[in-house]
Nanobody, 115 residues
Framework: QVQLVESGGGLVQAGGSLNLSCAASGSILSFNVMGWYRQAPGKQREFVARITSGGTTNYGDPVKGRFTISRDTARNTVYLQMNSLKPEDTGTYYC?????????WGQGTQVTVSS
């Protein structure tokens, strides 16, 4: 089973940027869709962005125009470039891979945006 490991989280001031990485232990093209989700304390996990095996991207409304998902198939890594960060972007960010009705999750990386 392919495993996912996130990195790149940290503490940043509002208006700043972070670039998250999700490294897969196998081919990311083995997933139909790879994406990012986030969860703030006391809130449900919410969709952030996804990229299909064909390269189509989608974004959650709160991050449209600020976040960009991309991938490097040679490195088996998916990225999330986050710009113009806001305090409400604070949370644990999880990488997800979906294939054949099965979800694979990473352990998460913490993002904290200070005002």
């Amino acid at each position: 089973q392919v495993q996912l490991v996130e990195s790149g989280g940290g503490l940043v001031q509002a208006g700043g940027s972070l670039n998250l990485s999700c490294a897969a232990s196998g081919s990311i093209l083995s997933f139909n869709v790879m994406g990012w989700y986030r969860q703030a304390p006391g809130k449900q996990r919410e969709f952030v962005a996804r990229i299909t095996s064909g390269g189509t991207t989608n974004y959650g409304d709160p991050v449209k125009g600020r976040f960009t998902i991309s991938r490097d198939t040679a490195r088996n890594t998916v990225y999330l470039q986050m710009n113009s960060l806001k305090p409400e972007d604070t949370g644990t960010y999880y990488c997800n891979g979906f294939f054949s009705f099965r979800n694979t999750w990473g352990q998460g990386t913490q993002v904290t945006v200070s005002s």
